[in-house]
């Protein structure tokens, strides 16, 4: 059998093809100094294939261009933490400005739509729904969209199911009993939480004006993965796929440096939000 040094092991040249993979792949730049994450994130997909090393691992990438492999790498080299209400003052600023204004603006069509880009599994998008139906907004017609590069987050989102430690962080006691029912270890929400949010996968690199127009784009700690050029290009796109007056809202470590001709930054509460131009 061999010692866990030798399956972790990378080779200088894997270790820049790996980087270039996961940057190719998905726009995720993982510098010099993360050996130690690609060495605890690969070695479980390495033994699950019953390949001897990361070393093997990356020749048979090489060698065959396996795209199901390939893809199972950049999931396992993705961060996808999220938690229920992450970000409190976003949701504060959400009730007391961003929706007081759309139920009057919108007051004749009823109609709202949201997007969780980078939705990971699903809390950010759930927790909007949740914060919709208590504020009121039961009976309108909301969309909204969850999107991630990663179908395996997406497959879990869709599920609505939670275990113990997710509804542990950062849900009321009070949301979960409403909305949530004990489903063997794990929780399940309820099926009109669930209705309001669909979810797709989608590569943040690629256009996305088709999807809008939205009155909310969440694209929260994600972009801190991505290079210059990349970020600035996703801003942009963002810009495109918002109404005039919409707001995009930004991881706590994010800002939408280099873009200030499409958005204004503007304080609300204890939160920043981008206002579209
Ligand atoms: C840390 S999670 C953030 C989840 C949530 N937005 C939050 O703030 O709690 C980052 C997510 O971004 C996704 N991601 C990474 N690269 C992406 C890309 N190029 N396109 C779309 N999603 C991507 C990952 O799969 C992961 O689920």
Redesign the pocket.
């Known amino acids: 059998m061999q010692s866990q040094a030798s399956v972790s092991e990378i080779d200088s040249e894997n270790y820049r093809f790996l980087q270039q993979h996961v940057y190719s792949q ?3 730049v993982l510098e010099d100094d993360k050996h130690y994450l690609f060495e605890s994130r690969l070695t479980p997909l390495v033994r699950q294939l019953g390949l001897g090393s990361i070393n093997d691992l990356c020749a048979l990438l090489q060698a065959t261009r396996e795209t199901e492999v390939g893809r199972q790498v950049v ?1 396992a080299m ?6 229920f209400f ?1 970000d409190p003052a976003h949701y504060e600023a959400i009730r007391t400005v961003l929706l007081p204004r759309l139920k009057e603006d919108r007051r004749d069509m009823k109609k709202l739509r949201f997007w ?5 599994t699903g ?2 998008a759930y927790s909007l729904a949740m914060l919709l139906l208590q504020e009121g907004f039961s009976d309108w017609n909301i969309e909204i969209l969850g ?4 179908s395996q ?1 997406l497959e879990r989102a869709r599920s609505g199911r939670y275990q113990q430690i997710e509804v542990n962080r950062g849900l009321p006691a009070a949301l979960l009993v409403k909305h949530f029912r004990r489903s063997g270890v794990e929780w399940q929400l309820s099926e009109p939480v669930r209705r309001m949010a669909r979810f797709e996968t ?4 690629k256009s996305m004006r088709a999807l809008g127009p939205f009155d909310l784009v ?5 972009m801190i ?1 991505f290079d210059t050029e990349t970020k600035k290009n996703i801003l942009t796109e963002l810009h495109d796929t918002l109404f005039r007056g919409g707001w995009l809202l930004l ?1 706590g470590a994010e800002t939408a440096f280099g873009v200030e001709e499409w958005f204004g930054r503007q304080t609300v509460g204890g939160a920043i939000v981008y206002v579209a131009r």
Do not use: W
């Not at 969440?218 to 994600?222: E, G, L, Q, S």
């Open positions: 998905a726009g995720i999931e993705t961060t996808n933490e999220t938690y992450r969780s880009a980078a939705a990971s809390q950010e999107t991630d590069f990663s987050v989608i590569d943040l690199r969440f694209c929260r700690n994600v993965y991881g």
